[in-house]
């Protein structure tokens, strides 16, 4: 089992910047693909940005990414696997970013299966 906590979210005008935390623990974090997602009021749950884990390769050490059209350029993912927590750095905020966002961690790669996920944290951009 994994569990993970996000934190870091908050209230922000416009144009400013946050970054967001989700911390692992339980199994090897390290070996999981991560994501985040966020859901709007009235609207679904939607990708925002993806990282590849080690997937038990000792060739390989993660860290592939991808990210939805609508925070390409805007938004980073990375991870700190000594730490056992992946990042999501949102800068350039838009009022449409305001969502609660969800860390999620799987196997697989580039298309993951998400088995865990955290219980949000809310972030607010005021225009």
């Known amino acids: 089992q994994v569990q993970l906590v996000e934190s870091g979210g908050g209230l922000v005008q416009a144009g400013g910047s946050l970054r967001l935390s989700c911390a692992a623990s339980g199994r090897t974090f390290s070996y999981y693909a991560a994501g985040w997602f966020r859901q709007a009021p009235g609207k679904e749950r939607e990708f925002v940005a993806a990282?590849?884990?080690?997937?038990?390769?000792?060739?390989?050490?993660?860290?592939?990414?991808y990210y939805a059209d609508s925070v390409k350029g805007r938004f980073t993912i990375s991870r700190d696997n000594a730490k056992n927590t992946v990042y999501l750095q949102m800068s350039s905020l838009k009022p449409e970013d305001t969502a609660v966002y969800y860390c999620?961690?799987?196997?697989?790669?580039?298309?993951?299966?998400?088995?865990?996920w955290g219980q949000g944290t809310q972030v607010t951009v005021s225009s």
């Open positions: 990282i590849s884990g080690s997937g038990g390769s000792t060739y390989r050490s993660g860290g592939s990414t």
């Open positions: 999620a961690a799987g196997e697989g790669w580039p298309h993951v299966n998400y088995d865990y």
